[in-house]
């Protein structure tokens, strides 16, 4: 903790020395080894070659909140956009060692063994997490999604990673999650773990544009259709 330095971005959005030194050694790292290609990072912005139609997207710290009260539950998350569409994804946790790894067409592993998204087939028991940016300006709609899912005995929780509760998802550790104003580095490469294991994803209107909007629902297929349906209600 004593060599942390805690920074603000903006109200309750931390920064931390370790995250800007973490996307710098991830950067450096691409960069050897495609030169040509564009690199966003959450901290540093965007660099490289503006033309080319590979993009990789780093979240060097995904969980900064969690990671400066000393909370393990946090992870780096890397993905690679081909022509706008994600390709590969990995999401890591430092902590439990565990290495999420998706590519389009070929499934997602933890730790090299394949992974599947869960079967249940109701809300009713489901393991639900939600979480986001500027949820106070949503209040009353926001427990307006909870109070639905009570009713519907589903269980909600709200770990603080993005990237890690969607590879929960894809894992089958999660059923689902909703969240609002989330970023492209924050659930780029957990969306294609999602999806490579047998998942659905979206965004609150019901489509597919959850990249650009920063709201996401995800979850099993059964789950999530019924989640989609409580979060559309309420929150689009």
């Not at 990789?56 to 946090?74: C, M, S």
């Not at 089958?172 to 924050?186: A, C, H, V």
């Not at 294991?197 to 990249?211: I, K, P, Q």
């Amino acid at each position: 903790p004593d060599l942390v330095d805690i920074g603000t971005k903006g109200h309750n959005d931390f920064v931390t020395n370790i995250d800007h030194e973490s996307e710098q050694i991830v950067i450096e790292t691409l960069r050897q080894k495609y030169r040509d290609h564009r690199i966003t990072g959450e901290e540093s912005g965007t660099t490289g070659n503006a033309d080319s139609d590979y993009e990789w997207v780093i979240d060097p710290l995904d969980g900064t909140a969690n990671f400066t009260r000393q909370i393990p539950h946090f992870c780096i998350s890397i993905a690679c956009l081909h022509k706008g569409r994600i390709e590969h994804g990995v999401v890591a946790d430092p902590i439990r060692e565990e290495e999420f790894v998706a590519s389009r067409g070929q499934g997602a592993t933890l730790n090299g063994r394949r992974i599947r998204v869960s079967n249940l087939e109701q809300l009713d028991g489901a393991m639900i997490a939600t979480g986001g940016r500027e949820r106070h300006q949503f209040v009353d709609e926001e427990t307006s999604v909870y109070r639905t899912l009570l009713d519907l005995k589903a269980f909600t929780r709200q770990p603080g990673s993005a990237a890690l509760e969607l590879a929960y998802i894809a894992a089958g550790r999660l059923d689902g999650m909703w969240m609002r104003n989330l970023s492209p580095w924050d659930m780029a490469a957990g969306a294609l773990l999602v999806t490579e294991s047998g998942g659905l994803v979206g965004d609150f209107d019901g489509g597919a544009n959850h990249m650009k909007s920063g709201n996401i629902v995800a979850g099993s297929p059964k789950c999530f259709k019924q989640l989609s349906q409580v979060v559309k209600r309420y929150l689009a």
